[in-house]
Every structure is written in C-alpha cells, then in structure tokens.
C-alpha cells in the first residue's frame, strides 16, 4: 500500500445537516467545512453502516432495520453483532486482496467481519443477574493493551441506558487516536463510530440548548481524530447515519392495534402479559420512525395492513411491491413496513395498564423487547429502573429524503459532489482502489 494515503471513515450518530448547519460558525472554528448529503432509508444505524461497508442498499445486504424476526424460530433479534448478517461484497476487499489492512472500531454487525483489527462491546451477563463489562477485540490482546494504555476499561454504561453519554464517544476517540498513533497498528483503512450526540437529541429534541452542547462536544472529539490522522499520514471521512427529527406527537404503538384485532397474542405469566409469538398470526417490530410487521399466511398480512393503515400515526404501509420500489425488500426483511408520520414513531408496548407489563419494560434489555426503547435513555423509579413513559422522548428518526440530509466533511480530493450516502461509500472504494475518487 505503499504511496497511498490511509483513510479513516467516522461515522458520527445523528449529525444531521440542519443540526449541522444551524451551527456553522462552531464548525468552522474546528476547522470543518461541512457539505450535505442523503442518507439510506431506511435510515437506521445498522442498515446505514451496513449500506455504507457494501456501498449498497438494503436489499441487496439484507439489514432493513436493527433488527429482525426469525421466522422459523418465532422470535426477534436485535442489535445482533454477527458481521454474517450483513451481505455482499465490502468496499475494502480489494484493499485486503492488494495486502492492505482494516480495522473497525464500535461498528455495529462487525464480529467475525473481515477485518484485521477489531474492536466491539461484548459484555458477559452473569447467570444469577448483572454483567461483565468487557469488549472483543482483533488481535485478541488488542482491548487489554488498550485498556491499560488509556488507564480505563470501555465505559458499557455511558454507550446506553440512563448514564449514556459523552464518555463512550470520549473512550473511543482515545482508542482510535491511540491506534493511529501506532505506526505497526495503524490500518490502511479504519472505521470509528461516535454514538453520544444521538443521546441528547432523542431525550430533549434536535433545537434544544442540550443537542447544541452535544455537537460542539462531538465537533473537539472530531478534531482529535483528524490531527491524530494528518500526523499518521491518513484522509479522514466523517459522516453523520442519520438526522433527528423533533417530536411533536404522541407515540404510535402498532402492537396494540394489531392484539385487539386478534392477530398478535400475549399470554399471562404471574399477572404480566408476555409475547406469544409463535401463536400470533401477526407480530411487528419498531424502530423509531420504522416498523416492520411479520404475518403467518397472506390472509393475516391483509387484516394487518387494514388495521394498521387507519392507525393514526402511520403514513405509510409498505407492501412487497412499496417494500421493492424504496429497496429495502431484504432478504430477511418483513411483509409490511410502515412508516411513521412526521413527528410521531413507533413504541413497542402492548399492554395498556402499568400493572400488566412484563418484567423487562423497566430495564435496559435490548434483546428481549421486540424492537427499539428509547425509554430506556430516561432513568424511572426506583433509580435501579429505566423509564416506561414513552411521552418523554423528543427526538426520532428513521425516515429519509430532502427533509432529513445529513453532513459529511473530507479531506479526500472527491472528483464529484456525492448524492448520497452509497456515493460517499463508493468514492472510498475508489480511493482505496487507486482510482480517482
């Protein structure tokens, strides 16, 4: 890889290009100059990063959302950290073909991925309750190395929950720097994911004092990443998955539209109702502005999108055909997906009273909800419990178009202004490929 620069690809949560450009003077004052760019619909972290690797859409690598349902297991997966989810060809593997090398730190869908350095959360959650704080790492010994060169483990509770905040994107900032600073581990190409401005922004919304705060946060750990790049020799890309959208209506929540048309089934265990999802005929899964809805045969998939296309709040009800025609008809995708109307998103309870929900609503448990709990940002009571009041959220996101560009700054010299996110992505290719970018 001699005579070619090293890119570094910075993908910051939320930075959005109206939360961006309201701030430009703060911008510049770093010494960025922001440009503005689409994103991927549907504009969620994981189907962004994964369209971003491959340099394609949904439908081609399979991610529509955070997560999934697996229909032959009845059951809901989210936040799963296989890179085996992800299809398709990467934009580094000519890189790696040509003897170059990876590393991603933070991303999601990234262990077992085809990489060389490799650093992700991966916690171990102990048999009587309680966890482990620990990350995996390519080299094996490359966290405990780290670790003890930074004099702190990975802060797990600032990266989500009621505590989640500047400290995770702070850890991971000096991890990168660190690893730029290492000529014999410094990678040709390495990926870095900031989380926290996102934090602030769906608590308190995208024009609240707090979200500005959050972006000149986010804009000193950016300059530390680009002068830890220009003195390893590399080109930084930073680009921000998606844009908040303020809240300006109460939650939508599709589950309780489709159980009382008798299509998805809960079952009481000691006075709570749990999911049945092997004996419904219809269960949906949210994500922010974005649900996906599986049914058991074509009969249940009408009845569902009956119900749900005269639920208020949903503007959108995509069938097979809607689901092409966006491209996001994923392999793994759903029979419906629906999108929520400006201002609103979709909460995944389906119990009405407070009494009957399961044990896990007021805790942090990204697993066993069927789909995203922005509640869980929001400390409840007692303070060992996260919120269930989803009317506290302000800010969302997962819709996509002219209304919600995100921003993007380089030092790589691009031949052409991208169009979207895939562009950006393919323009990296190209640079790393040895064309003109």
């Known amino acids: 890889m001699q005579g070619r620069r090293k890119v570094v690809v910075v993908d910051v949560a939320a930075l959005g290009w109206d939360l961006v450009s309201a701030r430009t003077a703060a911008a510049e004052s770093h010494g960025f100059r922001f440009r503005r760019t689409e994103t991927v619909f549907p504009a969620l972290t994981c189907p962004v990063q994964a369209s971003f690797r491959t340099a394609?859409?949904?439908?081609?690598?399979?991610?529509?959302?955070?997560?999934?349902?697996?229909?032959?297991?009845?059951?809901?997966?989210?936040?799963?950290?296989?890179?085996?989810?992800?299809r398709g060809r990467r934009i580094w593997s000519g890189l790696r073909a040509a003897g170059g090398r990876v590393g991603m730190l933070f991303w999601q869908q990234s262990l077992g991925e085809s990489v060389d350095l490799l650093l992700s959360p991966r916690p171990v959650h102990k048999h009587h309750g309680g966890l482990i704080q620990d990350c995996?790492?390519?080299?094996?010994?490359?966290?405990?190395?780290?670790?003890g060169q930074l004099g702190r483990g990975f802060p797990l509770h600032r990266y989500w929950g009621p505590l989640a905040?500047?400290?995770?994107?702070?850890?991971?900032?000096d991890a990168a720097c660190a690893v730029l600073e290492d000529e014999d581990r410094a990678p040709d190409l390495l990926f870095v994911y900031l989380p926290h401005l996102d934090y602030d922004l769906q608590r308190f919304g995208p024009a609240d004092p707090r979200a500005a705060r959050a972006l000149d946060e986010t804009l000193v750990l950016l300059q530390r990443i680009w002068s830890a790049a220009r003195d390893a020799g590399a080109d930084v890309l930073a680009f921000g998955d998606y844009a908040i959208a303020p809240v300006t209506g109460a939650p939508v929540f599709p589950a309780r539209c489709l159980q009382r048309r008798g299509l998805f089934h809960t079952r009481p265990v000691r006075g709570r109702l749990y999911p049945d999802f092997a004996g419904s005929r219809a269960v949906v899964l949210v994500d922010h502005e974005v649900?996906?809805?599986?049914?058991?045969?074509?009969?249940?998939?009408?009845?569902?999108?009956?119900?749900l296309e005269?639920?208020?709040?949903?503007?959108?009800?995509?069938?097979?055909?809607g689901q092409r025609n966006a491209g996001v008809d994923a392999p793994m995708g759903a029979d419906l997906l629906l999108v929520a109307a400006e201002g609103r998103w979709f909460a995944y309870p389906w119990w009405e009273a407070p009494r009957d929900a399961p044990d896990f609503a007021p805790h942090v448990d990204i697993h066993n909800k069927p789909g995203y709990d922005p509640c869980e940002l929001f400390a409840g009571?007692?303070?060992?419990?996260?919120?269930t009041d989803p009317t506290r959220i302000r800010g969302t996101h997962?819709?996509?178009?002219?209304?919600?560009?995100?921003?993007?700054?380089s030092t790589l010299d691009l031949r052409r202004e991208p169009e979207d996110l895939l562009h950006l992505a393919k323009a990296v290719e190209d640079h790393l490929d040895g064309r003109r970018a």
Not at 57 to 72: E, I, K, Q, S
Not at 165 to 173: A, D, F, G, R, V
Not at 381 to 387: D, E, G, L, N, Y
Not at 398 to 409: E, F, L, T
């Open 136 to 147: 995996q790492s390519v080299p094996d010994d490359l966290y405990g190395l780290l670790r």
């Open 310 to 321: 005269s639920l208020d709040g949903v503007a959108l009800v995509l069938d097979a055909e």
């Open 398 to 409: 997962g819709r996509a178009g002219p209304s919600r560009a995100v921003a993007w700054a």
């Open 56 to 86: 394609a859409h949904p439908r081609f690598h399979g991610l529509a959302a955070n997560g999934f349902y697996a229909r032959r297991l009845a059951r809901p997966f989210f936040w799963e950290p296989s890179a085996g989810l992800v």
């Open 291 to 307: 649900a996906l809805v599986y049914a058991a045969d074509a009969a249940a998939a009408r009845e569902a999108r009956t119900a």
């Open 381 to 387: 009571f007692p303070p060992t419990r996260v919120s």
């Open 165 to 173: 905040s500047l400290k995770s994107s702070e850890w991971i900032t």
